[in-house]
């Protein structure tokens, strides 16, 4: 779960009164969060650095608050504050107002087909003569970066950029070129550098060396300029100095761009949702419009509210409640949900705001009517239906070999599932197309490229990470393998497996074949041909 950290007294006077730590505590239980920790800014850093550090560091108290990682609009203390107030019904949930410019007068962001092998989408929008103050500022930054690291998935899905508008001027260009022609002053530096040199002063940096990965073996570098040339950014990486923002900021030109066009939309919606209060006119965002290398445009951001109906029936047997829907339809206004009973109380209908991008099903407003009613509210009760549970036949029979052949004086290994292509074919004298493996579509690493189709493997990587230990080694596994299977829903199925090694100076088969005579004992299967079981030389 996402942690955000807010200044006590800063949320305190945007609530509008105090609490308690414990009043607090219980209001974010009330509300689906967690106060995970109370601390300050010095203390953080005395145990992460010692107390010497910490000299001079501020005594702030902080709240580290859990926030569930599919509520976006929580992750700063805009989002949160007002979704707290209207759950205390001290405020009404804001409508959302997109502006649309006059003819020629808005933002345009052209994008170029240059960009489709590298980044394809961008979406835009302006926060019109916006207000900032230090924490406002800070704010809108620190939301960036848990939108980065949330829905974002550290950039590769979705990159922000915030630029100050007064500093540049459209229409603006998202295009792709090689390293070498891209040239400009990077965030916070002095001087001009390549996109190349850009990569190699950043290979060391904390926080952005993580990103380079992302477009660095690209022919060609995504980057956005202006009408005059100037770089607005080179996304995912890092923004043009000349347009960053600051605490005097009036009019914010906001981009996304990425490889997932409707992260890039809800990360935009959050965005100007989350800080549009602060503007001239609050809850107004300025429209930009998004031309496509084919020639079709769009305008955003969306802000798309839509409707949704569920019956109150539905609610109260999920919950285990007996609300009536007018009472329902209360609690789920509680929650940023605006609801209205309609037709004879058959229905009722809700409003899903653009902040709300994880309402995708009806038991996502199940659960809100449920966090809103109050977990504790809900009144224990004995099931209608009694069940006794009970392990699976095979996992019991797996337990109960664990056991028995533990006695034997082996000893139990519990290696990855998965495992390299070269594992289970190459090193085992087989061709991989032979083995029926089920391939990862995108493997982090080449040790982890395929599910594994035979134990073996594992418990001989655990044999060589152990050869300093005494010998002999009597290992053994039972677990799961997979292998591609056209006939079931998913194309594939798991098989339990068990694997036997016994390593020493002396081959040893007649431990092997004594401890393959006891499980078989164990499982009462005969030694002969017709019914039971043989042993037979093999090739490999």
């Known amino acids: 779960m996402p942690t955000v950290s807010v200044k006590r007294d800063l949320l305190f006077q945007a609530l509008g009164r105090t609490y308690t730590d414990e009043e607090f505590n219980e209001l974010c239980f009330e509300f689906g969060l967690e106060l995970d920790e109370i601390t300050s800014e010095k203390d953080i850093i005395s145990k992460e650095k010692g107390e010497e550090k910490a000299k001079g560091a501020s005594d702030t108290v902080l709240y580290k608050i859990d926030v569930p990682a599919n509520r976006y609009d929580l992750l700063c203390l805009e989002g949160l504050v007002r979704g707290l107030q209207v759950f205390k019904e ?80 459209g229409p603006f260009t998202f295009t792709a070129k090689a390293p070498s022609e891209i040239k400009f002053k990077p965030l916070n530096q ?30 060609l570098y995504p980057v956005i300029y202006d009408s005059n040339g100037v770089v607005l950014s080179m996304p995912p990486i890092i923004n043009g100095d000349h347009t960053k923002i600051s605490v005097n900021t009036r009019n914010v030109f906001v981009e996304c761009t990425g490889t997932d066009i409707t992260k890039a939309k809800t990360v935009l919606d959050i965005i100007v949702t989350m800080f549009s209060e602060y503007c001239e006119k609050p809850f107004s965002v300025e429209a930009a419009e998004v031309v496509y290398p084919n020639g079709k445009t769009h305008i955003y951001p969306e802000l798309a509210y839509r409707k949704e109906k569920v019956k109150p029936e539905l609610i109260n047997k999920k919950i285990g409640i007996s609300e009536t829907p007018s009472s329902l339809a209360k609690l789920l ?52 239906t009694y069940t006794i549970a009970n392990q699976l036949p095979l996992n019991k029979l797996t337990e109960l070999l664990r056991l028995d052949l533990a006695a034997a004086g082996f000893t139990e290994a519990l290696t990855f599932a998965l495992c390299s292509q070269e594992d289970i074919a190459d090193k085992l004298g087989m061709d991989i197309s032979a083995t029926k493996a089920v391939r990862i579509a995108n493997p982090k690493t080449a040790e982890f490229q395929v599910a594994r189709t035979t134990l073996l493997p594992g418990l001989l990587k655990t044999i060589a ?73 093999t090739e490999g």
Do not use: W
């Open 333 to 384: 206004t509680r929650m940023c949900l605006k609801s209205h009973v309609t037709g004879n109380g058959n229905n009722i209908e809700i409003e899903i705001p653009p902040t709300r991008a994880d309402i995708i099903h009806a038991c996502d407003i199940v659960e809100d009517a449920a966090i809103a009613y109050g977990y504790n509210n809900i009144q224990m009760t004995i099931p209608k």
């Open 190 to 219: 002095s001087q001009e550098y390549t996109a190349s040199q850009i990569m190699d002063l950043y290979r060391t940096d904390s926080h952005l060396r993580h990103y380079l990965h992302l477009i660095e073996n690209k022919p």
């Open 90 to 169: 001290r405020i009404n949930l804001p409508r959302y107002e997109k502006i649309i410019p006059a003819q020629g007068e808005g933002q345009r962001l052209i994008i170029t087909e240059e960009t489709v092998q590298v980044r394809p989408h961008a979406v835009a929008a302006v926060l019109r003569n916006i207000n900032f103050t230090k924490e406002r500022y800070d704010s809108f930054i620190d939301l960036q970066e848990k939108l980065h690291q949330n829905i974002c998935r550290r950039r590769a899905l979705v990159a922000i950029g915030t630029h100050d508008l007064d500093t540049i001027s």
């Open 465 to 537: 990470a152990n050869r300093k230990m005494p010998l002999p080694l009597k290992l053994f596994e039972i677990s799961d393998i997979v292998l591609k299977d056209p006939n079931t829903d998913v194309g594939a199925r798991n098989y339990r497996h068990f694997c036997a090694v016994y390593y020493n100076k002396s081959p040893g088969f007649e431990i092997i074949h004594g401890l393959l005579d006891r499980v078989m004992q164990l499982l009462e299967v005969p030694p002969n041909e017709e019914n039971g079981y043989t042993i037979k030389a």
